[in-house]
T-cell receptor, first 115, second 113 residues
């Protein structure tokens, strides 16, 4: 079984600044994948970034990067140069082949970017 | 190419009625998942289909919930005798083959009065 914990229900940041969203997880699998999804008010789940657990290098996608600490089972998301369009719920998720790749989600962090 | 589509976008029903929700996955994706998202919560896994294998139904909350999928195409999620606690957004996702990431549809918001 897998669990994902997001300890920050809400966060806010000023436009153009940097913000970090926290996520910790637990899994008994050796090979697994970690994801951050964004859900704006339209409710469409959008993949922001993925990390394969066997890769030591932190994933980056433009303004989005992760800090993957495998031993600590931590997977935080850093958003640089925050934009108004980044306002959304952010969900951390984990899956693995041992569980048919079904995603286990955290409860989410509501991020508000202020002008 | 087309993404995952779901219909209807919104569904309002009366307690006790049956509802059917539809999902069209991305063409070529053999794996399909249904999730439920209650208000202000994360997503809960409901059921998983992989090709012609037996589905993983371990997340279905009660026997009022069922789902079908024919081959690698459309899936339908049926909720019988709906209850108010079934009110939620129901999201469907299909899984790619390269990075095992899931692509989500826009969801169906179900409201049971």
């Amino acid at each position: 079984a897998q669990t994902v914990t997001q300890s920050q229900p809400e966060m806010s940041v000023q436009e153009a600044e940097t913000v970090t969203l926290s996520c910790t997880y637990d899994t008994s699998e050796n090979n697994y994948y970690l994801f951050w999804y964004k859900q704006p008010p339209s409710r469409q789940m959008i993949l922001v970034i993925r990390q394969e657990a066997y890769k030591q290098q932190n994933a980056t996608e433009n303004r989005f990067s992760v800090n993957f600490q495998k031993a600590a089972k931590s997977f935080s998301l850093k958003i640089s140069d925050s934009q108004l369009g980044d306002t959304a719920m952010y969900f951390c998720a984990c899956n693995s082949g041992g569980s048919n790749y079904k995603l286990t989600f955290g409860k989410g962090t509501l991020l508000t970017v202020n002008p | 190419g087309a993404g995952v589509s779901q219909s209807p976008s919104n569904k309002v029903t009366e307690k006790g009625k049956d509802v059917e929700l539809r999902c069209d996955p991305i063409s070529g994706h053999t794996a399909l998942y249904w999730y439920r998202q209650r208000l202000g919560q994360g997503l809960e896994f409901l059921i998983y289909f992989q090709g012609n294998s037996a589905p993983d139904k371990s997340g279905l909350p009660s026997d009022r919930f069922s789902a079908e999928r024919t081959g690698e195409s459309v899936s339908t999620l049926t909720i019988q005798r709906t209850q108010q606690e079934d009110s939620a957004v129901y999201l469907c996702a299909s899984r790619g083959t390269v990075y095992n990431e899931q692509f989500f549809g826009p969801g169906t918001r179900l409201t049971v009065l």
